[in-house]
């Protein structure tokens, strides 16, 4: 059983290749890692595997899945959560085995929410160059205390929820907007209507899935909705919001501050050294210019408990296609 990594990047090298002798019948199973994103291009590496494994900025469209299915491989292995860049339907008609690892570590990302949300706000990334520089003014570093202020958290999932319990430990007011709220969201605060989370909300934070039904939920639409001066925080996937949009209501001060781990075109660039590169996104680029912007690239989930856990649930998976069994983490039930 040979299986083709795409975006493998050294971590996931390691993590896997850890993994591995502990697996059931490991001595038959091939791990060839490839860095380059999967695409029309470069669907011809996956040429004599049995099974792809893919990560987030993969491309999972109608032609790579059939050119997939051509060349004999039956089993999409997805190391994410999210399988937005996935065409289902196609998946379905080539009758192909789609996993995904639904949940590693809600937390790591949560956590990692906070980061942001606390960096952004009492301004430790500014903080940490000036100090090395000598430089001890407090000027232009003011923050808020959290606690007390409002929260809004769009997507009472997993993650969504493990937030909410961060933020209430701050003191802070929690409010939910989840077309199906987790009952467990009752003990850390209230379920709003989107409108009414983002009017008053101080820190609203995204942790739903992308879908058409949410692709820029945050818009031109919806950011005068917002609280003036409030934070907007994407843990979840850029297409959440419309950049442009965001950019807009951050010029008029609309927006007070936003804190992203991910990012709409975020495949030309994440997971990727481009610092000696001319980055031709303007969009992004104009992002960089907003000292009340904060950027990371798509490192919410990078953990070593996440990635031990993203490779157990993944080998997991493959067990259950090798054994053509029923698989839980399956994209494809129903
Ligand atoms: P989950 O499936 O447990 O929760 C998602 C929640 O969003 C569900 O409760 C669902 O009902 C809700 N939802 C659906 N449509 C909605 C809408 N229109 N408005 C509000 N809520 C809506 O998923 P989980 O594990 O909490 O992950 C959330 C997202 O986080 C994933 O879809 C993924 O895109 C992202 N993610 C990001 C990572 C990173 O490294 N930055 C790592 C892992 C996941």
Known sequence: MKIAFFASQPYDRRFFDEALPSQPDSAGIELVYHSALLSQETVVLAQGADAVCVFVN?????????????????????????????????AKRLGLFVARVPAYSPEAVAEY??????????????????????????????????????????????????????????GCTVLGHDPYPAPAFA??????????LLAESDIVSLHCPLME??????????????????????????GL???????????????GSLAIDVYEQESNLFFQDRSSDIIDDDIFQRLMTFPNVLVTGHQGFFTSEALREIAAITYHNLQCFRQGKQCENSVLAG
């Open 241 to 255: 919001i419309d950049t442009g949009a965001v950019i807009e209501a951050l010029k008029s001060r609309q927006l």
């Open 58 to 90: 993969d491309v999972l469209d109608a032609p790579v899945l059939e050119a997939l299915h051509g060349y004999g491989v039956r089993a999409i292995l997805l190391r994410c959560a999210g399988y937005n860049n996935l065409d289902l339907e196609a």
């Open 213 to 238: 039904s949410t692709r820029h939920m945050i818009s031109e639409e919806t950011l005068p909705l917002m609280k003036k001066g409030a934070m907007l925080v994407n843990t979840s996937r850029g």
């Open 187 to 196: 003990q850390l605060g209230t379920m709003v209507e989107l409108p009414q």
């Open 113 to 170: 929410t906070l980061a942001l949300v606390q960096t952004l706000n009492r301004h430790t990334h500014r903080a940490y160059a000036r100090v090395r520089e000598g430089n001890f003014s407090l000027d232009g570093l003011l923050g808020a205390t959290l606690f007390g202020k409002t929260v809004g958290i769009v997507g009472t999932g997993k993650i969504g929820l493990a937030t909410a319990r961060i933020f209430k430990g701050f």
